[in-house]
Nanobody, 121 residues
Framework: QVQLVESGGGLVQAGGSLRLSCAAS????????MDWYRQAPGKQRELVAS???????NYVDSVKGRFTISRDNAKKTVYLQMNSLKPEDTAVYYC???????????????WGQGTQVTISS
């Protein structure tokens, strides 16, 4: 099995910064894409940022220029550096990773437990 442990959420004022981490552990042979999603109250979960195994990145328009996704393959960890935070960034943030556990022909998706990010105005 694979476990994902998220950390770094909290309460900050608008304009502040937070850094989220998501560490994967367990039976992992390889990690493909690593993503951050968020879900605000009453809204659908949305993809915020993604990073491929080759470190290509993609962002939702609303966070471009403010958020940076990165990964440390040796630590099996994905990060989300969030700067210039706005009240509308308030949400529960989830990491999602695509992992091969036994064979590179079989990939499974795992989700973190979520971490609350609250931005006060």
């Amino acid at each position: 099995q694979v476990q994902l442990v998220e950390s770094g959420g909290g309460l900050v004022q608008a304009g502040g910064s937070l850094r989220l981490s998501c560490a994967a552990s367990g039976r992992i042979r390889s990690i493909n894409d690593m993503d951050w999603y968020r879900q605000a109250p009453g809204k659908q979960r949305e993809l915020v940022a993604s990073i491929t195994s080759g470190s290509s990145t993609n962002y939702v328009d609303s966070v471009k220029g403010r958020f940076t996704i990165s990964r440390d393959n040796a630590k099996k960890t994905v990060y989300l550096q969030m700067n210039s935070l706005k009240p509308e960034d308030t949400a529960v943030y989830y990491c999602k990773v695509v992992v091969a556990t036994t064979s590179l022909y079989n990939w499974d998706t795992y989700w973190g437990q979520g971490t609350q990010v609250t931005i006060s105005s």
